[in-house]
């Protein structure tokens, strides 16, 4: 009973002849199986049992003595004293002992979460960097397809079909490129352009898109808290990744549902190693803006919420799915010092949860006005150096360039163009240079050209920019990058406002 309420006794003195019914030995056995760390002293005069016959009936152990009578009362005392003393040492122990066993759990499983999320990293970081390199030569062929085809288109009437069906492979090349930028998106190679906003802003304008594409079975409840907070982040990046996480939940409520998409602030006092599987942040400490997304669909089990980032893993039927949705999320949070959660169960919905550190300092972020960003015309009559090693792409910017009346001087790689450059640099008034070429990168052509012509103007073509910050490199020069496959007009465009323009570094 003493033990059940949680307050065992610490010493017991049993004498050995106890008639009728139990002896010593009997009782101290039955004392230890109550409480094995009990105390006992047995009291005897006479023992019917030898020593030998103690230990082969109760075992070798720390927790027995044998006193004698008659008893002195000082040595009663200080063995009582000697023994409390001891079996208070040894709960202290044993509740130290404990706690280091509860605290060698809790350091595995951080250090067993902290691994997997290093694997995961690395993971994100080598499909990313295939992800990249993929996307540079992908972009090259969608290049291809979509100039000839409207090489083809030009030579059609408008009102023709088999106008109208090139007019549908130029739509799926789009398709295609806005794939692969979603990849560069996630692999991190594509530059953010981050600023501050409100959290509150960026799931409005989310919404905008959102709700046209739920049905009316789907409930849609919106809570946006007033001390949601304003975030550094790329906003369409962040719309994106947001518009992700309402589509997986529509999906997972075929039959109609509640989604409830809420705001709110929160603090991280400590990082205590979360995990995103498991709906605990492994954060830095600070205040967060948290954006939830929380579904009444079908939920997943365990088994599929280990695995629900992982790139290229889908519950979805062949074809409704790529498996790199949740994947670019968890990647586009980590790229903003944030990170995605997510809580469920089977048949009892799931919460996902986006967390953005709050701004430092907000401040208003504006855009410097261009002049004359219109421009009224694509043609021009100005020599444009271009160089483009791969032949197809090369062949068809420069049809392009001399249609819309400009003299183009070749370059098949970096060298090449070089060379071109210094031999025409009083007539070349623009360069149209590929990034990735053999021998010579486009950012090292540029800084040769720089030598001749430090005022030269230049347009990058690439697939992804490997460089997240080329300040230094573009200080002094009017620079814009556009990005493969790009769009004739996007390519005119750019060129003319350039050349009528004062020098201005841009991306577009």
């Known amino acids: 009973a003493a033990v059940a309420e949680n307050r065992p006794y610490a010493l017991a003195f049993v004498d050995m002849r106890m008639p009728p019914g139990w002896d010593g030995l009997t009782t101290i056995e039955q004392l230890w199986k109550a409480d094995p760390d009990l105390q006992v002293v047995i009291c005897t005069a006479y023992s019917d049992n030898t020593w030998s016959d103690i230990r082969e009936q109760l075992g070798d152990t720390d927790q027995l003595l044998i006193l004698k009578k008659p008893f002195d009362n000082v040595e009663v005392c200080q063995l009582a ?60 062929v969608l290049q291809v397809i979509r100039g000839y085809t409207r090489f083809a288109m030009d030579e059609l009437s408008v009102d023709a079909q088999p106008h109208r069906d090139l007019q549908y492979a130029v739509e799926a090349v789009d398709r295609a490129a806005e794939i692969t930028r979603q990849l560069l998106n ?49 906003v369409d990046i962040m719309s994106q990744a947001l518009l992700n996480l309402c589509i997986n939940a529509r999906d997972a409520m075929p039959s109609g549902g509640r989604l409830r998409i809420t705001t709110d602030q929160r603090e991280i006092l400590d990082r205590r190693g979360g995990n995103a599987s498991t709906g605990q942040p492994n954060l830095k400490p600070g205040h967060y803006s948290v954006i939830t997304v929380a579904d009444t669909g079908c939920g997943m089990p365990a088994k599929v919420i280990d695995r629900v980032f992982d790139p290229f893993f889908t519950t979805k039927e062949v074809g409704k799915g790529t498996g790199m949705g949740l994947a670019m999320v968890f990647g586009t949070l980590q790229n903003h010092e944030g990170t995605v959660t997510v809580e469920s ?74 060379r071109k450059f210094e031999q025409n640099a009083d007539t070349i008034q623009m360069a149209v240079l590929d990034v990735v070429m053999p021998k010579l990168d486009g950012h090292r052509v540029y800084d040769r050209m720089k030598e001749a012509n430090s005022e030269i103007k230049v347009v990058f073509c690439t697939a992804y920019n490997p460089e997240t910050d080329q300040t230094d490199v573009l200080e002094g020069v009017q620079v814009s990058t556009i990005y493969k496959p790009l769009a004739e007009e996007a390519l005119l465009s750019t060129m003319r406002r350039m050349l009528d323009e004062e020098p201005l570094c841009q991306t577009v």
Do not use: C
């Open 81 to 140: 004293l000697a023994l409390t003393e001891k079996w208070h040492l040894a709960q202290q122990a044993r509740l130290k002992k404990r706690d280091l066993e509860r605290m060698v759990d809790e350091r595995t499983e951080q250090l067993r979460e902290r691994e997997e999320a290093l694997r995961r990293k690395h993971k994100l970081e080598a499909i990313g960097s295939l992800a990249s390199g993929i996307a540079h030569e992908f972009n090259n």
């Open 186 to 234: 996630f692999s991190r190679q594509q530059p953010a352009k981050k600023s501050h906003q409100e959290v509150n802003e960026i799931v409005t304008m989310t919404l905008r898109m959102v709700r046209p594409v739920f049905g009316e079975q789907i409930e849609v409840d919106v809570d946006l808290s007033d001390e949601a907070g304003i975030v550094y982040a790329d």
């Open 345 to 418: 169960s089977e048949g009892q919905g799931s919460t996902f949860r986006i967390w953005l550190p709050v701004a430092a300092q907000a401040t208003n972020d504006t855009q410097q006005p261009t002049k004359n960003s219109g421009a009224s015309s694509l043609t021009g009559s100005e020599t444009i150096l271009l160089a483009e090693d791969d032949p197809m792409v090369r062949d068809a910017a420069v049809r392009v360039l001399r249609a819309a009346g400009y003299t183009v001087i070749v370059a098949a790689d970096g060298e090449d163009a070089v």
